[in-house]
């Protein structure tokens, strides 16, 4: 399917904020989101707040045919520019067979912004409605405090009109220890630890350029997908093989077994099939200390090592902030050499 790309976002555009599967309920969280909105208000959006925005009952904003109904609303209302969900969660997938994503594909493509249980959302979208998005930062990420690039430059990629690549790079540290919102409400990322990406063939001393349309999100909810309608990657590979394809994971909390199952399952189900390569995001998951059990690095060297395609391990892809904001079918060049890298994407503009 080909994709499609959203038109630039601007200031004067109306974004509608939903929970598609955690809402904000704690006191801490709600004024997070307050400074949030403000931020955005201040930069000249208009901003409309679903209701199933600020509830939290049994890990979800509200019942699942609630979710997709005020979604769905969203996504099909030609007034709104972009969905900025507040975060992830648990329960996206229960809204798949309740969205119309036929009748998405006949309507003009508007951001979803977001990543980790929202990108069981953005797959569907570009599989089955053709419509790109953009997996990167949280809105609840994008405070007004951040100064990290990756963030800020949130703003300038939905902007961007695609025609002329989009550069980010990587970051030079991350964070491992989240700051408390009941702390800190206007919290920055807390980047202790120094960012280095690496080869899996651990030739990392070596440039390497990989070239590709991106597919990808979070390893622990996209990989359920696979063999189901909603996940048809192969395909996306296939279709795109002149360009070649990009497939982008990465791990909040399944442990070195569990992530070795998901990846060969995906293998199983053709998901590494002809591509040009790999990029894995920081593992955020508790790391295994025994040395008779299995590490996250050799789940992933154990599933990956003999693919015919290259694989980088450790990019700014996922719960292990800050990361790269990575648009769904956009052709990608990524450089890397020496534990460090850039990512250009460039895309076709939807005027």
């Known amino acids: 399917m080909t994709l499609r790309f959203p038109r630039p976002l601007r200031p004067g555009d109306t974004v509608a904020i939903t929970a598609p599967s955690s809402g904000v309920g704690s006191a801490g969280?709600?004024?997070?989101?307050?400074?949030?909105?403000?931020?955005?208000?201040?930069?000249?959006?208009?901003?409309?707040?679903?209701?199933?925005?600020?509830?939290?009952?049994?890990?979800?904003?509200?019942?699942?045919?609630?979710?997709?109904?005020?979604?769905?609303?969203?996504?099909?209302?030609?007034?709104?520019?972009?969905?900025?969900?507040?975060?992830?969660?648990?329960?996206?997938?229960?809204?798949?067979?309740?969205?119309?994503?036929?009748?998405?594909?006949?309507?003009?493509?508007?951001?979803?912004?977001?990543?980790?249980?929202?990108?069981?959302?953005?797959?569907?979208?570009?599989?089955?409605?053709?419509?790109?998005?953009?997996?990167?930062?949280?809105?609840?990420?994008?405070?007004?405090?951040?100064?990290?690039?990756?963030?800020?430059?949130?703003?300038?990629?939905?902007?961007?009109?695609?025609?002329?690549?989009?550069v980010q790079h990587a970051s030079a540290h991350y964070q491992v220890h989240w700051i408390p919102f009941e702390t800190d409400a206007a919290a920055r990322w807390n980047q202790t630890e120094t960012t280095r990406w690496r080869r899996l063939d651990g030739r990392d001393?070596?440039?390497?350029?990989?070239?590709?349309?991106?597919?990808?999100?979070?390893?622990?909810?996209?990989?359920?997908?696979?063999?189901?309608?909603?996940?048809?990657?192969p395909a996306f590979v296939r279709e795109h093989g002149a360009d070649g394809a990009l497939l982008y994971l990465e791990n909040c909390e399944l442990s070195p077994c569990e992530m070795l199952r998901s990846l060969v399952s995906l293998r199983l189900h053709g998901w590494f099939d002809g591509l040009a390569g790999v990029l894995l995001g920081r593992s955020a998951a508790p790391e295994v200390t025994d040395e008779s059990r299995l590490s996250h690095a050799a789940a992933v060297r154990d599933a990956?090592?003999?693919?015919?395609?290259?694989?980088?391990?450790?990019?700014?892809?996922?719960?292990?902030?800050?990361?790269?904001?990575?648009?769904?079918?956009?052709?990608?060049?990524?450089?890397y050499q020496g534990g460090t890298g850039r990512l250009a994407q460039t895309w076709e503009n939807m005027a």
């Open 29 to 166: 969280a709600l004024q997070r989101l307050d400074l949030v909105l403000g931020h955005w208000r201040q930069r000249g959006f208009q901003v409309v707040e679903g209701e199933n925005l600020r509830a939290q009952r049994h890990d979800q904003s509200a019942p699942a045919a609630q979710r997709a109904r005020e979604l769905m609303r969203f996504l099909a209302d030609p007034e709104i520019a972009a969905v900025l969900p507040p975060w992830g969660g648990e329960r996206a997938m229960e809204l798949l067979p309740l969205l119309d994503f036929d009748a998405l594909r006949g309507l003009p493509p508007k951001w979803l912004l977001g990543f980790s249980d929202i990108s069981t959302l953005q797959m569907p979208l570009a599989l089955r409605s053709g419509w790109a998005s953009a997996h990167g930062s949280n809105l609840m990420d994008v405070a007004p405090s951040q100064t990290e690039p990756l963030v800020t430059g949130v703003f300038d990629l939905l902007a961007h009109d695609g025609r002329q690549a989009f």
């Open 304 to 335: 990956l090592g003999d693919l015919p395609c290259p694989v980088l391990l450790d990019l700014d892809i996922g719960h292990r902030q800050p990361q790269l904001t990575l648009v769904n079918g956009a052709l990608g060049e990524l450089h």
């Open 205 to 233: 001393d070596e440039p390497l350029a990989l070239r590709g349309r991106l597919i990808g999100g979070c390893l622990d909810t996209v990989s359920r997908l696979a063999g189901t309608a909603f996940g048809d990657v």
